[in-house]
């Protein structure tokens, strides 16, 4: 009986001991703890879009020698023209300025031809942009002349030349004087334009 409760005992103790152990994963060996990999994570800014490197920018001249001009910004690439610019005039306020012939230059300035579809024979568009209402034919035709002028006179002039030296000639299909009847209003071909030059037709 005595031999009895000490082997009892014994198993007890191996039972007790074995529930002490850490459990070992199969294979018999503790298991190392594995590495995360690293992740370099790499945060892009967006990048703007940067304009092309030819594109350079101008200024639009719109309003009257009489009343003064508002400035405007145009951008454009390549090399200025004075078809880019009146396309820029044309663009900016809806105005129809579509050129019958290339602007002739030379050395004592240069000569515009106006279609007869342009505003200038047909009168605003309609709807009109409320920056740029005309109320009647008379001021969008010295507007038109005038701007046109005024833009070609700064954008080819020289730094510290005078604007006013480059001479701007208008003149019509058929190599003809301008002439608005609708006005009754004719300027010569020999002379530069200035509104306040302007005959009676």
Known sequence: MKKLAILFALALCVALAGCNQSVLPQGGEPSEPQETPEVDVIITEPEEPTPPADEQTATLYIGTRANGFTEYPMTYDGELTAEKLIQGIADLTAWDLTLAEDVISGKGGMSVCLSSESALFTGPPDPQKEEFHMYDVGQLAETILDSIQ????????????????????????GDQPLELPILGLSWPIDQPYQWASAGSS
Not at 150 to 162: I, N, R, V, W
């Open 150 to 173: 005024k833009t070609l006179q700064m954008g080819f002039t020289g730094e510290g030349g005078d604007p006013d030296a480059l001479d701007i000639w208008y003149y019509m299909e």
